[in-house]
């Protein structure tokens, strides 16, 4: 079987540098909080241009630290759009918040800006107070922060972005991490930047947001460094020292590595576009194509997995079930009766191995199996 994601290839490629890395830290020692977390820290920010880096254990904790920060509780409403990874709202359902599901574009896949402006109505009329907007950049396309900014700015709305997925990308000449008061992302090993295990990171450009940051992360530590003086309520949600040092070394190679996954994504989107809908990026966007998405017909979906699959051709679907249906998030209010784009998505989406190591054979190998499938099943 071909791999979705080949982590194996990266690996080979910086060996010897994450070895050298490694071996660092067991010579000096502080596996918590030794230098190059704060060295990661300062290279992201020169990297994405945003003022402030902290980062956290993954990246789900590093969206439940902002909202913590901003003190979400209950009777707050907090707008997410249903077609993304369960993450995103879990961190609300945590705060004991009320999240109201907002639909999607066809296109995009982004925050859908006329839903969340029904969201925002509906939270009123169910008495909630609307508090913040998660937009997530699914795939690796940033959403449009432009319309949500505006919508967030008339309703009093925060805005922070989930960009777990598009990590490295540009919205209007923009980098991700200057989109939005804060921004989240994860270095889980599948993402576009991963580490060897879990870890994550908030951007932002608020001071005193940071400052707040970086109390919680440690239990809610004071301000000085006094660890056993505890002014707010935090958690343990520091990234490790290892992680760290194994994150400076994949960095260097991660501009390069957006360049290599832009041209597969091409080479896909030239190889299949008159068999599928081929993903849709905006002309204004660059995305950092953490996963390749195609639409296909829902009645033949299955069959094409499996004839892929047939051939050793791995394909997956993300997501095949919008939040607003899961047992766990069902009972939450959506920002309309249905969510029918979110609904069509989950029913009609695919995606093919995509990692920056893919090799040209074997990427014309998996898009003339997709055709000689889509073309037997007819
Ligand atoms: C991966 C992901 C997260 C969570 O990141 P973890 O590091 O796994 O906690 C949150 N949101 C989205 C959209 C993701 O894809």
Same mark, same amino acid.
């Given at each position: 079987?071909?791999?979705?994601?080949?982590?194996?290839?990266?690996?080979?490629?910086?060996?010897?540098?994450?070895?050298?890395?490694?071996?660092?830290?067991?010579?000096?020692?502080?596996?918590?909080?030794?230098?190059?977390?704060?060295?990661?820290?300062?290279?992201?920010?020169?990297?994405?241009?945003?003022?402030?880096?902290?980062?956290?254990?993954?990246? +789900?904790?590093?969206?439940?630290?902002?909202?913590?920060?901003?003190?979400? %509780?209950? @009777?707050? /409403? =907090? &707008?997410?759009? *249903?077609?993304?990874?369960?993450?995103?709202?879990?961190?609300?359902?945590?705060?004991?918040?009320?999240?109201?599901?907002?639909?999607?574009?066809?296109?995009?896949?982004?925050?859908?800006?006329?839903?969340?402006?029904?969201?925002?109505?509906?939270?009123?009329?169910?008495?909630?107070?609307?508090?913040?907007?998660?937009?997530?950049?699914?795939?690796?396309?940033?959403?449009?922060?432009?319309?949500?900014?505006?919508?967030?700015?008339?309703?009093?709305?925060?805005?922070?972005?989930?960009?777990?997925?598009?990590?490295?990308?540009?919205?209007?000449?923009?980098?991700?991490?200057?989109?939005?008061?804060?921004? +989240?992302?994860?270095?889980?090993?599948?993402?576009?930047?991963?580490?060897? %295990?879990? @870890?994550? /990171? =908030? &951007?932002?450009? *608020?001071?005193?947001?940071?400052?707040?940051?970086?109390?919680?992360?440690?239990?809610?530590?004071?301000?000085?460094?006094?660890?056993?003086?505890?002014?707010?309520?935090?958690?343990?949600?520091?990234?490790?020292?290892?992680?760290?040092?194994?994150?400076?070394?994949?960095?260097?190679?991660?501009?390069?590595?957006?360049?290599?996954?832009?041209?597969?994504?091409?080479?896909?989107?030239?190889?299949?576009?008159?068999?599928?809908?081929?993903?849709?990026?905006?002309?204004?966007?660059?995305?950092?194509?953490?996963?390749?998405?195609?639409?296909?017909?829902?009645?033949?979906?299955?069959?094409?997995?499996?004839?892929?699959?047939?051939?050793?051709?791995?394909?997956?679907?993300?997501?095949?079930?919008?939040?607003?249906?899961?047992?766990?998030?069902?009972?939450?209010?959506?920002?309309?009766?249905?969510?029918?784009?979110?609904?069509?998505?989950?029913?009609?989406?695919?995606?093919?191995?995509?990692?920056?190591?893919?090799?040209?054979?074997?990427?014309?190998?998996?898009?003339?199996?997709?055709?000689?499938?889509?073309?037997?099943?007819?």
């Amino acid at each position: 079987m071909i791999p979705f994601i080949d982590l194996a290839a990266q690996q080979k490629r910086i060996r010897p540098q994450i070895e050298a890395a490694m071996l660092r830290v067991l010579d000096h020692g502080g596996y918590i909080m030794g230098p190059e977390v704060q060295a990661l820290e300062d290279q992201l920010s020169a990297f994405c241009g945003a003022p402030h880096t902290l980062s956290c254990a993954n990246g +789900t904790d590093a969206l439940a630290l902002i909202l913590m920060a901003k003190q979400v %509780g209950p @009777g707050d /409403a =907090v &707008f997410v759009p *249903s077609f993304t990874f369960a993450a995103t709202a879990e961190v609300v359902a945590w705060m004991g918040a009320t999240v109201v599901f907002i639909d999607v574009l066809p296109d995009t896949f982004n925050m859908d800006p006329a839903s969340l402006e029904a969201g925002v109505q509906k939270a009123k009329k169910l008495g909630l107070r609307p508090s913040g907007v998660i937009p997530v950049d699914l795939f690796g396309q940033p959403a449009d922060y432009d319309a949500i900014a505006s919508l967030a700015q008339a309703h009093g709305l925060w805005v922070m972005a989930d960009a777990a997925q598009s990590f490295g990308g540009t919205y209007k000449g923009r980098k991700v991490g200057t989109l939005a008061e804060s921004t +989240t992302t994860s270095f889980f090993p599948a993402k576009p930047l991963g580490c060897y %295990g879990d @870890g994550g /990171a =908030v &951007f932002t450009e *608020s001071n005193d947001l940071f400052e707040v940051l970086k109390s919680l992360r440690v239990h809610g530590q004071c301000a000085d460094g006094d660890k056993y003086k505890n002014i707010r309520i935090g958690m343990n949600g520091r990234l490790d020292t290892l992680q760290a040092a194994i994150l400076i070394e994949k960095l260097e190679i991660f501009p390069g590595e957006i360049i290599m996954r832009q041209s597969i994504a091409d080479r896909y989107t030239k190889g299949l576009q008159d068999v599928a809908t081929v993903p849709f990026v905006r002309k204004d966007c660059q995305s950092t194509w953490a996963i390749y998405t195609l639409k296909v017909d829902p009645l033949k979906r299955v069959a094409i997995m499996e004839g892929l699959k047939e051939k050793g051709v791995p394909s997956v679907i993300y997501y095949p079930l919008p939040l607003h249906r899961q047992e766990a998030y069902c009972a939450y209010p959506c920002a309309t009766d249905s969510l029918p784009v979110s609904e069509a998505l989950s029913q009609t989406v695919l995606s093919l191995p995509m990692h920056p190591y893919l090799e040209p054979e074997t990427q014309d190998f998996i898009i003339q199996t997709f055709r000689d499938v889509v073309k037997q099943i007819g």
